[in-house]
């Protein structure tokens, strides 16, 4: 208690070589994180540890977990590692990034629609046409194209990390299906039941109103000839890691969850298949990926899919959220340009900085990147969810030979940026029941719509939980934490 | 509502009900056994064998009573254990979890999570009252959250469809299993009021007991039961009010049909309506003939309302 | 000006019901200023009517759903057509130096990415040690792409059944056989090697005149002329396309032009015939 001396976070070490949120050097709390030490420090490590069990039992109960799939093993369902000390962000520092997430969605959006008609970017050779052209994301079906209300990036992620200089960087953005949402509005649940003082003494933005903004963007773009549209979530079913997301996704805009099997394509219109009989779709959030979403004009094993989705589409009768085919401005090898795309169709200057990339594509970068790896991270370009990365300062000598065979097999397949430092929170290790500085990152949630734009306030707060790990995806042993902004 | 929900609903309904029923007649048969006025025909292997029948298992080899216990409660490898059920249930709640509230698939994900995590040591050793009693709690609180937090409307009435059919195949079951264990006790020459013992087991197996005693205020014997259980309108888990259970939901969800003898809504109601007007005389010199009537109907109802309301 | 009866027939048998389907067809003939349809009626076993409507490169696809349980799928086209002569002889004025700057300049080459990008089935192997004619500056693309008919005419012999839909031209190029599609897919990949635009044509083509490929539907090759627009090189006869060809449509490769794409619910196997009547109107 607080009468013999003892605060549970006395013990904690500030991470001095990087970038500590909560702490300045000497251990004393910066200024907008002193209401919540404070708070902390008033807790003994058993309220603590007691708060703690209850959230995670509670976040047990909600099926709020994920499925680990290794190969010949069961899917192994696990929660998804959550730590009460919320990360803080003073408002202007909010504000700042609030403005540039906007700013890099809105260029991105102009820039799958540029890609997709007239093509001006490439022409002013501003982006490589071939980096576009041979991407498996660029989809011919989209070519010339427009989909309802000129949007394609309905919905992004963009992860950023703070490094050592205290700035944010973009690290990457996520155009396809960004999940990760419902652990935003899950943990504010969660804290507010366990920190409810907390939150009479700090104003932390609201976040519940994010599956009614996405209702009424997705709204926003429904066909035309369509007064009040019928809106579904499609998810690859209950098996697919993200389901808890998409069920509470659906639940709370209050619309169906439906998979492929559930849906029908007639006469370029699509429909549902009720107990009832069919009733059209109007709008699709779908959480399926492109290259499922049709048998019959990509993958034609896909099961997921809906056969004729895309003529539907096409004919204009339904909206798909996002739209087909903006997972090429995801690439990672398109990344590197997104501060050219702002300043080409925004004639403004990025608000975010980007990470250093080298392609390895590219002569004097692959030279460099070869004779570096041990201070790079390598990304393969097309995969997510932390899978393929190599941290070259982690290697030895010989792993080190592998990845150069590997990258020089596939130069294009291969990106690689300066080792970035994330910054670091104290958060609650179980195992030394103690406070210590881990890694975190941060991934805000943008919408797009017709004339509308909403960015939910704070985002998901990933922790790498092991001491020293950079990677911070659930899939790799991440937690999360509860993100405010201030008011 | 998507047909595919509606079917997971449905299934939901019927395994939570089948659950509840395995762990209560397991239960009453295992300890009421242990007092029996009849020991001798009374033994051990004629429980383990009334419990087994009631699971519809008839092919094990090693029946030890642990064996059985597990096989009946913790066996996963069994599609028909208490734990399987429970799963199934879990499963096709999972798969309609949009479509349900947050209160009622977080009652079932707790009752899956408490069935899952349960010791199997603890099971076969101490733990079979209180096993199967807290499948009887976690049913009443899915069962509370059933009628507490969803609109009575389509959703709420399919699971209560399937939980209904289930209930009247259930006690369909029960009845016969017990039926079969009075006709080896007659056999063996044994008197009426040994066998009253019988009949209070049964009532037992369907929590009837205090009901019948309420109704009736006498020792139960063989009519009574048979006509408490099967065309009491007030009893829960008579066959009566089960039929006019499915009748009123299917109502609730069904859309005009044409006066056809071939409609679900048809079938129900006349099944429901030959139990509304039978007597105990009519039947109580046939009643394995009535029962199995009882049980071809059932399922065919409950097969045509798959094919109507619920394929995808 | 001709007139042409074309009958086209496709039937499928399954071994076990199949629940559900969908079917698209790309069979029609197109539209376009040299062949226009003067009649057109279809029928097909579920006994609906037929959807049309544009497929992604804007020709007429039609679509069947099928929700009740069949075994055997039918349908029939009947369409005459009047397509009218043309001399498949152009002549640009262009120099051939004036074509090869058009030809190469980058935004030529960005407005026809779709025609230069290479496909899964259009993919070049790296080391097929053949000597295919390079299109240079000194030569008029014309003459080049007629050297090049010549050549694939020469190089692969036609086969049928050696080869099936999905075959990569690397295989065709180590059995020297194939059908029309392989014949165009390998003038395809040559043309895109050397950044000239091309594409894939499916068709009818005249019976009876000792054409090749006739009793199935045709496969031939647009490439995309600086001044004269895309003409047509047919390498598996080596013939420039004129008035006894029927485009249906056109595409990057087979797959975005396959006469049938059917997505079915059945576990069991299927037989599939396909039967094309092509006839001068006279000859009738």
Known sequence: ?487 | ?312 | METFYIEYTIENNYEKPVKKANFGLLILPAKNPFQTIKEQSMCCSDGKESFISPNIFGFDLITHYIDKPFTRFLFKLFATVEVKKLNPFQITTLSPLEEFAIITSVDYQIDNHLFLTSTSLTKMPWNHGIWFPVYRSEQSLFDYLLELNNFIYKLLSYSPQSTNVDTPIEEVLKIKKGVCQDFAHVFISVCRENKIPARYVSGYLIQGDAYIGASQLHAWVEVLIPELGWVGFDATNNLLVDNNYIKIAHGTDYRDCSPIVGVLETAGQQNSKHLVIVKNQQQQ
């Open chain 1, 1 to 487: 208690m607080e009468s013999n001396g003892y605060r549970i976070l006395d013990s904690y070490k500030p991470g001095n070589a990087h970038f500590d949120e909560v702490f300045i050097d000497s251990g004393k709390p910066k200024e907008h994180y002193q209401n919540t030490v404070d708070h902390f420090n008033k807790l003994t490590l058993s309220d603590y540890e007691r708060i703690n069990n209850e959230v995670k039992s509670s976040f047990f109960n909600q099926g709020i977990t994920f499925a680990v799939y290794a190969e010949d093993k069961k899917p192994d369902e696990r929660i998804f590692p959550f730590d009460l000390f919320p990360r803080i962000i003073p408002k202007d520092e909010w504000q700042e990034l609030e403005n540039g997430v906007l700013q890099r969605n809105r260029a991105i959006n102009l820039f799958l629609n540029d890609i997709y008609h007239k093509k001006l970017i490439l022409k002013d050779k501003v982006v490589p046409a071939d980096l576009i052209f041979s991407s498996k994301n660029y989809l011919k079906e989209m070519v010339d194209f427009t989909p309802p209300g000129g949007i394609y990036t309905h919905v992004s992620g963009t992860d950023l990390i703070k490094h050592t200089d205290g700035k944010y960087y973009i690290l990457e953005d996520n155009l396809r299906c960004p999940s990760g949402v419902s652990y935003v509005l899950s943990n504010r649940l969660a804290l507010k039941k366990s920190l409810f003082d907390l939150f009479n003494k700090l104003k932390a933005k609201a976040v519940y109103q994010y599956p009614e903004q996405l209702l009424e963007i997705l709204k926003t773009v429904k066909p035309k000839n369509v007064d009040v549209p019928t809106v579904v979530v499609v998810t690859p079913g209950m098996y697919n890691s993200a389901y808890f997301e998409h069920s509470f996704l659906a639940q709370k805009m209050g619309v169906p969850l439906v998979e492929g099997r559930d849906l029908f394509v007639e006469k370029n219109f699509v429909y549902m298949k009720t107990i009832y009989g069919p009733q059209k779709v109007d709008v699709i959030y779908r959480r399926v990926d492109d290259e499922f979403l049709d048998p019959m004009h990509f993958r034609k094993d896909s099961m997921l899919g809906v056969p004729g989705l895309m003529n539907a589409y096409r004919a204009g009768n339904v909206t798909l959220a996002n739209a087909p085919g903006t997972g090429v401005a995801d690439d990672k090898a398109v990344y590197n340009y997104v501060p050219d795309i702002i300043k080409y169709y925004l004639n403004e200057e990025p608000i975010l900085n980007n990470v250093k990339t080298y392609h390895c594509d590219r002569e004097d970068d692959l030279k460099y990147v070869l004779e570096n790896i041990d201070k790079l991270v390598v990304k393969p370009v097309d995969e997510s969810g932390g899978y393929g990365i190599t941290i070259g300062s982690t290697l030895t000598s010989e792993e080190i030979d592998a990845v150069k065979v590997k990258i020089k097999a596939d130069t294009r397949k291969y990106i690689a940026q300066p080792i970035m430092s994330l910054s670091v929170h104290a958060t609650y290790i179980e195992d030394n029941k103690e406070f210590e500085p881990r890694h975190i990152d941060l991934r805000t949630f943008s919408l797009l719509g017709k004339n509308s734009e909403y960015v939910l306030k704070g985002g998901l707060t990933r922790v790498a939980l092991k001491r020293g790990n950079l990677i911070v995806n659930s899939s790799q042993g991440g937690g999360s934490k509860d993100t405010w902004v201030l008011d």
């Open chain 2, 1 to 312: 509502m998507l047909s595919r929900v509606a079917n997971n609903l449905y299934w939901m309904g019927r395994y939570i009900e089948r659950a509840e029923h395995f762990a209560r007649y397991s239960k009453v048969i295992y300890f009421s056994a242990l007092d029996a006025p009849i020991l001798k025909t009374y033994d051990r292997d004629f429980v383990q064998e009334s419990m087994l029948y009631m699971a519809g298992i008839f092919d094990m080899e090693s029946k030890t009573e642990k064996d059985v216990l597990f096989k009946i409660g913790l066996d996963a490898q069994n599609s028909n254990s208490i734990i399987s059920n429970v799963s199934m249930a879990r499963e096709n709640a999972h798969g309609a979890r949009s479509a349900i509230s947050t209160e009622l698939w977080e009652a079932i994900n707790r009752y899956y999570h408490l069935v899952i995590s349960y010791p199997v040591d603890t099971y076969l050793t101490t733990g079979f009252y209180e096993f199967t009693q807290m499948i009887l709690d976690q049913t009443s609180i899915v069962r509370g959250k059933i009628y507490g937090t969803l609109l009575h409307e389509g959703e709420w009435a399919i699971i209560l469809i399937g939980m209904y059919i289930e209930r009247v195949v259930q006690v369909i079951r029960i009845i016969n299993s017990k039926l079969n264990d009075v006709f080896k006790i007659e056999q063996a020459g044994h008197s009426v009021t040994e066998q009253s013992f019988e009949w209070t087991t049964l009532l037992k197996c369907v929590e009837a007991f205090d009901m019948n005693r309420k109704h009736y205020a006498s020792i139960p014997d063989k009519n009574q039961v048979l006509e408490f259980l099967l065309l009491n309108q007030s009893c829960p888990r008579s066959i009566s009010n089960s039929l006019s259970g499915i009748m009123r939901y299917e109502e609730k969800i069904r859309i005009s049909e044409k006066r056809d003898s071939e409609t679900i809504g048809f079938k129900i109601g006349k099944l429901q309506q030959k139990y509304q007007y039978l007597t105990i005389d009519d039947f109580k010199d046939n009643v394995y003939e009535l029962l199995n009537y009882t049980q071809e109907k059932i399922l065919e109802i409950g097969s045509e309302f798959e094919k109507k309301y619920l394929s995808y």
